[in-house]
């Protein structure tokens, strides 16, 4: 069965909004395989955000990701990467629609960074490089 990397970014765990995502990552049907809270050193973050390293948002990504706990979670079920990405809607939050995590629950606060609640890994590939990367 697939399984895939959430993340409750910082912004998520500070507003209170973990039992809110964990439901409606419940609701849908997902399983919960894992969870644990993290304070993400600079070397993982490094290496989950590769793909975004000389990007003008990465040093402010980096900053916001370490500004507070973390909530990492392995989910299982068919199709769960796309699941999850469509239950967390697009990633500028005052687009996403309506029904998704971003869409209900996040907003453009005027900073540098698109804090926008949850990271979903985007492919069986990256499924796999980053739950070895916050799992082990
Ligand atoms: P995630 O990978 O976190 O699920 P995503 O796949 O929708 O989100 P990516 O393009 O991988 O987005 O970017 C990673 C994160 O970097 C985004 O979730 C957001 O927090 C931030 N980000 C991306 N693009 C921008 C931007 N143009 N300006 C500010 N922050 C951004």
Known sequence: VEETLVLIKPDGVAR?????????????????????????????????????????FYEPLVEFMQSGPVVAIRIAGNRVIEGFRSLAGTTDPTGAA????????????????QQNLVHGSDS?????????????
């Open 124 to 136: 069986p590939e990256s499924a796999q490089r980053e739950l070895g990367l916050w799992f082990g």
């Open 98 to 113: 309506p029904g998704t995590i971003r869409g209900d629950l996040g907003r453009d606060w005027g900073l540098k960074v």
């Open 16 to 56: 209170n909004l973990t039992g809110e995502i964990l439901r409606r990552i419940e609701a849908k049907g997902y399983q919960l395989v894992d969870i644990k809270l993290v304070e993400p050193s600079l070397e993982l973050l490094a290496a989950h955000y590769e793909e975004h390293q000389g990007k003008p």
